[in-house]
């Protein structure tokens, strides 16, 4: 349970508020590439303030205040030039650190376009993503995590717009039991209404679960029936980047969850896949992007996918929840820790310090590998992976919605049979395992 005001201070993500200082701390994607070659310029709504990201005719991007500075005309309607986006109403241009460089209107002598500036943030491409820092200067550099920057991988992005502030999100990250109940329990009652069984679909309860802490954020750890602390979901687990991206996957399909701030009660959910099955695979000219619903055709969630499952159970918590009426029990230990850590790290930029997982070094940002349990791949694997993407498993999964599942399913059955065929696969990565340290709580909840 939170204060009323606690619950403010950690989930309001507006200009010169504490959460939302904390937040601008941070590089956030708000846009796939592919999206701008489509339209170059995006509307954007990001921690509470409208913007309007663009391309420019020389290939740059910009990221500038919605209103036109003259007349407030919306910039969302500009025109793409040389250099920097044009403003339909009188042609006022602005490049994209935000100077105003033409006023056609005005005389040919003024000098008034000198003293006009509309507001301006960095904007950098990295792995199919537009990424946006709102915060002071110098910027940090843009984390380049694993899944971002490896090559001989097919990418997609999925994007829903959820009606419900980002922490609700996160705290599900650190919610490990949700999972035999959310995706196990309750999608069998959903599917079994429409007479399907499917008693195995996450059903093992769990013995015990565990957090750590680690450079860039948390670590999620549990012991399932018929696991034990030597498997890889309690030595290895995965991460949690601080403050708004969940990793999870396996076997050569992972996923980064981007949960960007909007507003406080809007969030852009970025499903970022990323597939390596092991062979080599063709650069892609373009990351595809595309909707992951969150309602079928009556207006209904769709409780039949998994991620749906997780996006109606931060969504119905309503659009901030109510943390000051809750009642944690001690399977909530890892929310409470994400509260904890949320808490400190506002305090930390409160007291003039970068925030946890600030990077700053280039060294050490060639590629940054993250942790993540069952991380190998063989036959078997490629092959599980190729199960997935068919049948009743398609269609609990956000794959069902994607332009490219049916390419992926083939990599992964020509990985299969390349490895039957005695071909090795491709080398897997592998980040080093981060240790139980000083910050580690568990849970036992199974004798
Ligand atoms: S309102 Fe933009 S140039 Fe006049
Ligand atoms: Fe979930």
């Not at 709504?45 to 020389?58: I, P, T």
């Not at 609700?168 to 309750?186: K, R």
């Not at 679909?201 to 750890?221: P, T, V």
């Not at 994400?338 to 590629?367: F, H, S, W, Y």
């Amino acid at each position: 349970m939170l204060t009323k005001e606690m619950n403010e201070r950690l989930t309001q993500v507006g200009p010169g508020t504490p959460g939302g200082e904390m937040m601008r701390r941070y590089w956030h994607p708000i846009a796939g590439v592919v999206e701008l070659d489509e339209n170059p310029v995006k509307k954007v709504r990001l921690m509470g303030e409208d913007l309007v990201l663009y391309k420019d005719r020389s290939g740059n991007l910009g990221l500038i205040d919605e209103p036109c500075p003259h007349r407030r005309v919306s910039m969302e309607y500009g025109i793409p030039e040389e250099e920097g986006l044009r403003c339909p109403y009188h042609g006022w241009l602005f490049n994209n650190s935000g100077q105003c460089t033409e006023q056609p209107a005005e005389p040919w002598n003024s000098t008034f376009k000198d003293r006009i500036r509309t507001k301006a943030y960095p904007v950098q491409e990295l792995g199919g993503l537009v990424f946006a820092y709102l915060g002071p200067q110098p910027a940090p550099l843009l984390p380049r995590f694993d899944l971002l920057v490896w090559d001989n991988v097919t990418r997609q992005i999925g994007v829903t717009n959820l009606p419900c502030n980002w922490l609700q999100a996160m705290e599900n990250s650190l919610d490990p039991v949700h999972v035999e109940w959310l995706h196990g329990y309750y999608m069998n009652y959903v599917w079994g209404k429409r007479g399907v069984a499917n008693p195995e679909r996450f059903a093992s309860r769990h013995k015990k679960i565990g957090f750590d802490r680690f450079d860039y954020g948390l670590i999620k750890r549990r012991v399932v029936e018929g696991n034990t602390e030597e498997d890889e979901p309690w030595r290895v687990g995965h991460p949690i980047l601080y403050p708004n991206v969940l990793r999870v996957g396996n076997s050569g399909s992972y996923t980064f969850q981007y949960r960007v701030p909007v507003d406080d009660e809007n969030t852009l959910h970025l499903t970022y896949t990323v597939y390596r099955p092991g062979i080599p695979v063709p650069p892609q000219e373009s990351v595809p992007v595309y909707q992951l619903p969150l309602y079928d055709d009556h207006g209904k969630f769709l409780t039949e996918v998994v991620l749906v499952q997780d996006f109606f159970a931060w969504a119905s918590q309503g659009r901030i929840a109510q943390r000051d009426k809750e009642h944690l029990g001690q399977s909530d230990i890892g929310v409470i820790m994400l509260r904890e850590l949320v808490k400190e790290q506002i305090e930390m930029v409160e007291a003039g310090k970068d925030p946890l997982g600030t990077v700053r070094d280039a060294a050490k940002n060639v590629c940054i590998d993250l942790p993540q349990e069952e991380h190998s791949y063989d036959a078997n694997v490629a092959r599980r992976q190729a199960e997935q993407m068919q049948g009743v498993r398609l269609a609990q999964s956000w794959d069902r919605f994607s332009p490219i599942t049916q390419y992926v399913r083939g990599l992964f059955l020509e990985a299969e049979s390349k490895s039957q065929a005695g071909e090795p696969l491709l080398e897997k990565n592998r980040a080093p395992e981060v240790p139980q340290g000083e910050w580690h709580r568990q849970v036992s909840l199974l004798p």
